[in-house]
């Protein structure tokens, strides 16, 4: 038996290695009225090659939902809020399997659209 999928969501995420950065892009995608739920996890350890040699930092972890529609205009809030220079951004479509959280998710996108377009 396959599970039912309820809504075709993507799961944004980036990374910084600075709290107040982490705070201020949560904020930040919250205020776009384009994601119901953001989430940040601390102790990411990354390894990663730059300038020419591995680096390694302690991260903050941002992950946002959202619909494939809201996708650019939330990758230009991270773009512009960011403390690197080439910030990763990735995106990955995710299933819903509950139903109840999918209806949140659907109606909560669709309140906060509501209200941005509000007069």
């Known amino acids: 038996m396959s599970a039912e999928i309820f809504l075709p969501v993507f799961e944004m995420q980036t990374t910084t290695d600075e709290a ?58 991270i773009k512009s809020a960011h403390n690197y220079v080439n910030p990763e951004i990735v995106a990955r479509k995710i299933v819903v399997l509950s139903k109840e959280y999918a209806s949140w998710l659907d109606s909560a996108l669709a309140e906060l659209q509501a209200v941005s377009h509000e007069p």
Do not use: F, N
């Open 20 to 77: 107040s950065v982490s705070l201020s892009l949560r904020d930040q995608l919250v205020a776009s009225r384009l994601t119901p739920c953001v989430k940040i996890q601390a102790g990411c350890q990354s390894t990663y090659y730059w300038g020419g040699g591995w680096q390694s930092a302690d991260e903050y972890v941002i992950t946002a939902l959202t619909l494939e529609a809201h996708l650019a205009q939330l990758v230009a809030i």
